[in-house]
């Protein structure tokens, strides 16, 4: 069973750098994308974007001068960079692993394993 | 605003049907498999379908889902009160390069 936990303050100053880390339990890592979602408070879910184990990322093109996904896998752990937030960052970031493939021309792409999510609150 | 479609809520006593629409177009849900997740209050999404009809290891089969065009719906029969959370339909989008969500459905249990 893949337990995915984040971590990461939980307040953080406007125009900073928001920072979490996902701790991947060892030897689930390799093979895998894995992605961050996130959703503020009382509203709907939002893709950030995904990262494979071997460095290849992508992200949601709204978020993708800001963001930053890494991933480490001496550390087995997962980390989300987000610059320059603001109010509208607050929410509840999810880390999530990725089952991606394809069915003749359609993709497949789910996420099959969350953590519990951690709250961001961004305010001076 | 989110590129799929989903009513904003639902309803049904015990017992009883509810299906939940989740309306796309060409880049996204008419191209690719959709998935399902739920959300139970103050808990993180769950996987609930995956590949238009799929389900976990471990989810009732009274949850059952359908594609067709650019379209696709989530049926739970035989309503419980813990089914009383909110769902999403979700997919990858071609036209975005990303994966969407729709806004989600709130289902109550009456």
């Known amino acids: 069973q893949v337990q995915l936990q984040e971590s990461g303050p939980g307040l953080v100053k406007p125009s900073e750098t928001l920072s979490l880390n996902c701790s991947i339990p060892?030897?689930?890592?390799?093979?895998?994308?894995w992605s961050w979602v996130r959703q503020p408070p009382g509203k709907g879910l939002e893709w950030i974007g995904w990262i494979y184990y071997s460095g290849n990322t992508d992200y949601n093109s709204s978020l993708k001068s800001r963001v930053t996904i890494s991933l480490s896998t001496s550390k087995n752990h997962l980390s989300l960079k987000l610059k320059s937030v603001t109010a509208a960052d607050t929410a509840i970031y999810y880390c999530?692993?990725?089952?991606?493939?394809?069915?003749?021309?359609?993709?497949?792409?789910?996420?099959?394993?969350w953590g519990q999510g951690t709250l961001v609150t961004v305010s001076s | 605003q989110s590129v799929l479609t989903q009513p904003p809520s639902a309803s049904g006593t015990p017992g009883q049907r509810v299906t939940i629409s989740c309306s796309g177009s060409?880049?996204?849900?008419?191209?690719?498999?959709v998935n399902w997740y739920q959300q139970l209050p103050e808990t993180a999404p769950k996987l609930l379908m995956f590949s238009n009809n799929q389900r976990p290891s471990g989810v009732p089969d009274r949850f059952s889902a359908s594609k067709s065009g650019t379209s696709a719906s989530l049926a739970i029969s035989g309503l419980q009160s813990e089914d009383e959370a909110d769902y999403y339909c979700?997919?990858?989008?071609?036209?975005?390069?990303?994966?969407?969500f729709g806004a989600g459905t709130k289902v109550t249990i009456l």
């Open positions: 979700a997919v990858w989008d071609d036209s975005l390069d990303g994966y969407v």
């Open positions: 999530a692993r990725v089952l991606v493939g394809y069915n003749g021309g359609q993709k497949l792409f789910y996420l099959d394993k």
């Open positions: 060892d030897d689930s890592i390799s093979g895998f994308y």
């Open positions: 060409s880049s996204n849900i008419g191209s690719h498999t």
